[in-house]
């Protein structure tokens, strides 16, 4: 938001203070001023009179002049197209110091030259304020400029500053240069005094003016008809302040409409009657055509735009732009004045779509105060009758209203202090409202605050204590330490786990990756072991990222496929992430095996990425967490038998409760994810990590040998191995203490000699006491124990 000091002045006396602090108490407020720049800078400057004009003898395009400055004569070559003998015009003495630098005397192609005649751009002025005409050459005063008058900038108006406000989203009341006045006299502590205009619109004969709105989107439709005016050019504070907010100045109609603009934070547009004879206006939405706006440009309309119309053909883009066939001319001799209020969202989507962001549409995007039409339309009326003659003027039309209901708001001092921490008195309060104009009334200890129309921000007491410690000062605020519990600084046990199981897969050279938190519809429904509902986006920003993911692996198969597509085969990698859906969020922890997990080539040693790796892995952190392996059981996948190959793959159980899965892809998922025969594992981490732990014990390392004992049996086929090795331990004990230290399975032979429906397993065992050595019958008994349970229970055959 742009402002100027001399801006300010019309309202408020501001002679005791520099722009500089009143930057600083406008910040301290809350409103950061972003910049002060002067509206154009140089020293030494004079208006000089150009006596003689003619031709630089060495050059086709300079010119040698004569400028009397007042109290001499100078010889100076100016290089302006536009230069000629009898303009007034601004020189730049020797010395004198502008934005591009220090003019000095000098000799240009063998002629003396005594200074520079300048133009407003090389003052430093807006470009965007100037015409095209006035940038490509110095700038021509009018006839009775006083020639030898030391301060130009003065003379037309450029010696002022400009403040660059940054409003916070809720200030958009400030938009207005009235609103702006009262909220920065409220600061200052100064008396603001707007001009008087209400109610001058409520003038005028018997009209034919006919409106009507066909949208919802139009709420309240503002229109009057003014049916002489005359076009000349504005006013010199009214040229001043649209150059300050960087509107280029044009004629005193559209320079009208646009000073509202900016004043009341309402858009206007005026209409050439000649272009409406029939003076009926409709705001409508349902078209789905071109239409060439005020700009030139053909814009292509759409059902949901909004759009004014006359005798059913547009004629505007509502809250946007007006049209090219109605626009104020220079033959213009009436006008048909419209103040209206636009949906927001509307104007937004249509301002966008159609890359129009034009002042009025930032403006309705924003909002707007719900009376402001009205005072737009009285401001305007005033305006025309000032500034442009207007004559024939009829009454006001309108259709539907504004919509606006009065608020009062209650509090206390003691509620205002309590919420901020202070100690301001009852008085302190109120002297801060009535600066606000919130009209407050005591009632005891009750203040009534009846909020102005265009504070749309303040809704309840805790609005009004922002407004009393941004007011008052956030330096009253009282210095004190936060308090705080003494806390230990340790990891919980969900932290401690996670990274446990983090650190664990980084050492065995697993790659950690994080992937999208946000999938496709694709994704989401291939979900492993997926939370229920996953939660839909309101406005994804792709259709790669319309759900919140509640499963990793999907994610983590991209990434093992743009390696494999870069040939990269051995590609092990692993994510702990949150997923979540509608019934809250939990953790999981997903990996996938390609290739070799290990590798020394060297040394021969090769670590393949297969599922007895994968189940190792899972069975080694299941260690490091503390979750003993009786609890854990592995059972065939009948459950995800879309992702995981139904015969290579397993569920991983705690108790009866399925944790996770494990095994290797389907042949068809793979193929549509372009990971063909990776082994993958989903688990449920926030399973984990509630499983109750056991303790760790130590004992010492037994004293006493050690004895192994190879076993080789012929069972079932689909025998679990498992089985066997649990029921070989039941037999392992020697007088109440279980001798059975380890067993490792270094065979399973399927082939030759063996049935087909059978399977050779063998094992070796290794027995050690604590206590004492053992003896051969010892071990011998145990042996035979096992063989007569296993041959008992599985029908196990001793292979010979």
């Known amino acids: 938001m742009r402002t100027s000091r001399k801006w300010l002045s019309q309202y408020m006396d501001i002679s005791d203070l520099s722009t500089q602090e009143i930057a600083d108490k406008i910040t301290a407020a809350g409103f950061e001023v972003e910049g002060i720049e002067c509206a154009s800078a140089g020293t030494n400057l004079t208006i000089g009179y150009v006596e003689t004009c003619e031709m630089h003898p ?57 200074g520079m005649i300048c133009s407003l751009l090389e003052l430093g002025v807006d470009p965007k304020s100037l015409t095209d005409y006035q940038k490509a050459g110095i700038e021509e005063l009018p006839a009775d ?122 858009p206007m547009h005026f209409y050439d009657i000649d272009a409406i004879p029939n003076t009926e206006i409709t705001v409508k939405e349902g078209f789905s055509e071109g239409y060439t706006a005020l700009d030139g440009i053909e814009y ?82 005033q305006l025309l009758i000032e500034y442009a003659d207007a004559t024939g003027i009829e009454e006001t039309v309108k259709c539907g209203d504004n919509g606006y209901t009065p608020v009062t708001i209650d509090c206390t001092a003691d509620a205002i202090n309590f919420r901020l921490g202070t100690d ?18 005591v009632n005891g200890e009750i203040i009534t605050c009846h909020i102005p129309a265009h504070r749309t921000d303040m809704e309840g007491v805790h609005d009004l204590s922002e407004e009393v410690i941004r007011m008052i000062g956030y330096d009253r605020l009282p210095s004190t330490l936060p308090y705080m519990e003494m806390t230990e600084g340790k990891l919980n046990p969900a932290q401690r786990a996670t990274r446990v199981t983090r650190d664990f897969f980084i050492s065995q050279g697993l790659q950690d990756c994080i992937t999208y938190t946000l999938v496709s519809t694709e994704k989401m429904e291939n979900a492993v072991l997926g939370v229920k509902e996953a939660i839909q986006l309101a406005t994804p920003m792709s259709e790669e990222r319309r759900y919140i993911r509640t499963s990793i692996l999907p994610s983590l198969l991209d990434v093992v496929s743009y390696n494999h597509a870069r040939s990269i085969k051995d590609c092990n990698v ?45 069975e080694a ?29 397993a569920e991983i159980l705690i108790g009866k409760k399925i944790v996770g899965y494990v095994g290797q892809i389907h042949p068809q998922y793979g193929q549509a994810t372009d990971c063909k025969n990776v082994i993958m594992a989903e688990l449920d981490m926030s399973e984990l990590i509630d499983v109750k732990k056991s303790k760790i014990k130590f004992a010492p390392v037994s004293k006493y040998p050690s004895v192994s ?37 270094f065979d399973v032979y399927q082939g030759e000699h063996v049935k087909h429906n059978e399977k050779s397993v063998a094992l070796a065992l290794t027995f050690q006491s604590d206590n004492h050595t053992l003896k051969d019958d010892e071990i011998n008994t145990v042996f035979q124990n096992i063989r007569t349970e296993l041959e008992k229970k599985f029908n196990a055959q001793l292979r010979g």
């Open 300 to 381: 292509q309309l759409l059902p949901e735009d909004i759009v004014i119309t006359n005798s059913g053909k547009p004629i505007g883009i509502g809250g946007i732009m007006g049209g090219d066939d109605s626009k104020i001319l220079d033959t213009t001799k009436g006008l048909i004045l419209e103040s209206a209020s636009f949906s927001h969202v509307q104007i937004r989507n249509t301002a966008r779509r159609l890359s129009l962001a034009t002042e009025a549409s930032v403006h309705y995007q924003k909002g707007i105060e719900p009376t402001a039409a009205q005072k737009a339309i009285d401001r305007a009326t």
């Open 574 to 618: 692993f994510e702990l992430s949150d997923v979540a859906g509608t019934e809250g969020a939990k953790q999981h922890l997903a990996f996938v095996l390609s290739g070799s997990l290990q590798q020394t080539r060297w040394a021969g040693y090769n670590l393949p990425a297969d599922f007895y790796t994968a189940k190792g892995l899972i």
């Open 424 to 441: 301001f008195s009852q008085e302190e309060v109120v002297e801060v409202f009535a600066k606000l104009n919130f009209e407050p009334t």
């Open 58 to 114: 060495d050059s086709d395009h300079l010119h040698c002049c004569t400028v009397n400055v007042g109290d001499e004569v100078l010889n100076i070559v100016c290089g302006a197209p536009n230069v000629a003998a009898g303009q007034k015009v601004i020189v730049a003495l020797n010395g004198a110091k502008l934005p591009g630098g220090e003019i000095k005397k000098g000799v240009i192609r063998g002629q003396e030259s005594n």
């Open 621 to 649: 952190l299941f260690d490091k967490l503390g979750i003993v392996s009786q609890r854990v059981t592995y059972k065939e996948n009948t459950t995800d038998t879309v992702h995981f190959h139904p015969y290579r793959s």
């Open 145 to 266: 400029a006083p020639v030898g008058h030391k301060d130009p900038r003065a003379y037309l108006g450029l010696d002022d500053e400009i403040l660059e406000i940054g409003l916070t989203p809720n200030r958009n009341d400030c938009l207005s240069q009235f609103n702006l006045a009262l909220e920065i006299g409220a600061i200052l502590g100064k008396e603001v005094k707007l001009p008087e205009y209400a109610e001058a619109a409520n003038i005028g004969g018997e009209t034919t003016l006919k409106i009507s709105s066909e949208t919802p989107k139009c709420p309240q439709f503002i229109g009057k008809i003014v049916r002489n005016v005359t076009i000349k050019e504005s006013p010199k504070w009214m040229k001043e302040c649209l150059a300050a907010s960087g509107v280029k100045s044009i004629n005193n109609v559209v320079d009208i409409s646009n000073i509202v603009m900016l004043e009341t934070g309402q």
């Open 709 to 745: 004992r190879d076993l080789a049996f012929v069972v079932d086929r689909n025998l679990p191995v498992a089985k066997i090795i649990e029921a070989m331990t039941r037999q392992g004990k020697v007088n109440k203490e279980n001798v059975i230290k380890n067993i490792e399975v």
